[in-house]
């Protein structure tokens, strides 16, 4: 299988100006210039992580309008796992409260390990897709490092904290 193809700004290796303008061109045409904005159908609160993901990588110009799905289902994974770890503590907590049969049945429910497991696949498939990792980031920071061509200004700047590097 192979590796997934990154930016033009973000790829390194041998590729002629004549073939990184030809497809940053076409990376902008197909990016276009829709905003993005929190996806439709999501509840309160995965409406809120959604938010907070595009606030975070607005800074990276990287997202355009038709990575809302993936946000969506970003922000759905995380809702999940989090009400997954609540379910948990609930049960912990009947536990501390002398009740056993709650932690039994919460831990020895498939229902449950599917649930989080499916969550778990979701976040990750989406973590490496937004870059929402630190083994993402860390990528990205390398191919922003390694890079010759000055357009990787704003990507080094964001490594950098805002500051430029």
């Known amino acids: 299988m ?45 409406r809120a992580i959604a938010k907070d993901i595009i606030e975070s990588l607005d800074q990276s110009e990287l997202l355009c309008g038709m990575d809302e799905t993936i946000i969506a289902l970003a922000a759905y994974s995380i809702d999940g796992i989090r009400a997954c770890i609540n379910e948990q503590n609930k049960a912990a907590k009947a536990i501390a409260d002398g009740d056993m049969e709650a932690e039994l049945e919460c831990m020895n429910d498939p229902n449950f390990r599917a649930k ?50």
């Open 116 to 165: 989080l497991k499916k969550y778990e696949e979701t976040f990750d498939r989406a973590c490496k897709e937004l870059g929402l990792s630190p083994q993402s980031r860390a990528k990205l920071a390398i191919a922003g490092t390694t890079g010759k061509d000055s357009s990787l200004d704003a990507i080094k700047q964001i490594i950098g904290g805002g500051k430029a590097v």
């Open 2 to 46: 192979s590796r997934p193809a990154k930016p033009i700004d973000l790829a390194y290796g041998a590729r002629t100006n004549e073939e990184k303008k030809k497809r940053a061109k076409a990376e902008a045409a197909l990016k276009g210039k829709r905003p993005v904005k929190i996806p439709d159908g999501l509840s309160r609160q995965q």
